[in-house]
């Protein structure tokens, strides 16, 4: 068995910190040059693209919710990572490195794999970077990128040869599409892995929609996808996919009611919070655009039937405002105005109030500050 060489901790920290001021500068020659130098010192290219790319683009992610780059930023920085990604895939294979598990099986042809982000999702650095990984590890990889809806990835597996499917989603906005894909790519016959922030902590959420595997990281796909998931059915309990939950239509009837419900809360917050009457049209708009992400996720929450999923998101969403110089009066009264507006559903009053619960307990300053 070959060895797998490795730079040190200290190489690639020194590495990650050359890829993050190359970033901060927006130069991507240098951005480049950070990972190419370290690869050709010897760094393997499935660690500067989990241990440097990835972890650098996690640190991006950080920064911005602290408040600390915009949003112009962060996405000039994500570009540039996806073109770094492309020159280090462009290289030659690493030399004297394990080529990773044999993935043909006696005598037979490396598997193909589709990676995939679901329909809506943007976030498709993540799956870049298991295609790349899974490249390295001998399998044939078609990567479709971000926002792929789910009738073109059925007609692409009619026509690939694919042997199983990766999917990716970094919201659990999301979950209900990404719950139709993995239902329609079973339909064919075909297993179908799901890794992201969307499908939950430790995957509850992958097993809830009847995915046949979910992988926390590249590694771990790579290394359940050699040992090759299940296929669709034999792992999964009878249960798996079926949601009976949803026969109270309240995940349907909130969603249907998105735009109402964003205007009354509009509407109602000048009562609630003063301040908020003195706010200009970009902080109107601004304020609309993050209730209709509140209520975006108070649907996902009832789709999966998980309160915590909601509280997650709304205590999220008070340190990126509190981040930002704005208390969470504004966002405290948001989920009263939409308990108030959904009489009829025990279900999203019961999420929306353990939200309110949530962030009682988060410190804020006192008095909300202008809507950046």
């Not at 929450?301 to 999220?316: N, P």
């Amino acid at each position: 068995m070959s060895t797998h060489t490795t730079t040190s901790a200290p190489d690639l920290a020194t590495t990650r910190g050359r890829l993050w001021e190359a970033l901060a500068a927006r130069d991507e020659a240098a951005a480049t040059a950070a990972v190419l130098d370290a690869h050709d010192a010897g760094a393997p290219a499935e660690d500067l693209l989990l241990d440097v790319i990835g972890a650098v683009q996690a640190r991006v992610g950080a920064e911005w919710a602290a408040g600390r780059i915009g949003v112009a930023q962060e996405h000039a920085a994500t570009a540039i990572q996806d073109r770094v990604v492309g020159a280090l895939a462009h290289r030659s294979p690493d030399r004297g490195t394990a080529a990773g598990p044999d993935v043909r099986g006696a005598g037979q042809p490396p598997r193909r794999v589709t990676v995939a982000c679901v329909d809506g999702e943007w976030h498709a650095l993540p799956a870049r970077l298991l295609a790349e990984v899974l490249r390295g590890r001998g399998f044939l990889v078609d990567y479709l990128g971000a926002h792929v809806p789910t009738p073109h990835l059925i007609a692409h597996l009619h026509q690939s040869g694919t042997d199983v499917v990766a999917l990716s989603s970094s919201l659990p906005v999301r979950l209900p599409v990404a719950h139709a894909a993995v239902s329609a790519v079973q339909a064919l016959g075909l297993p179908v892995l799901v890794g992201g922030a969307a499908f939950g902590p430790g995957g509850r959420y992958a097993r809830l929609i009847g995915a046949d595997g979910w992988a926390p990281d590249a590694r771990a796909a790579a290394a359940l996808l050699a040992d090759g998931p299940c296929p669709p059915g034999d792992a999964r309990s009878e249960a798996a996919g079926d949601l009976p939950h949803l026969s109270d239509q309240e995940y349907t009837l909130v969603t249907r009611a998105r735009p109402r419900l964003v205007r009354h809360v509009l509407e109602g917050l000048p009562g609630a919070v003063p301040a908020t009457a003195a706010y200009d049209d970009r902080q109107r708009e601004r304020t609309a655009e993050d209730i209709a992400h509140i209520v975006d996720f108070l649907a996902a929450s009832l789709y999966a039937d998980d309160a915590g999923l909601f509280t997650d998101f709304v205590t999220w969403t008070a340190g990126v405002l509190r981040a930002r110089g704005v208390g969470q009066d504004a966002l405290v009264a948001a989920l009263d105005l939409l308990a108030d507006a959904q009489h009829d559903f025990p279900r999203a009053r019961s999420h929306l109030a353990a939200g309110r619960r949530a962030l009682v307990r988060v410190p804020a300053p006192s008095t909300p500050g202008p809507r950046s």
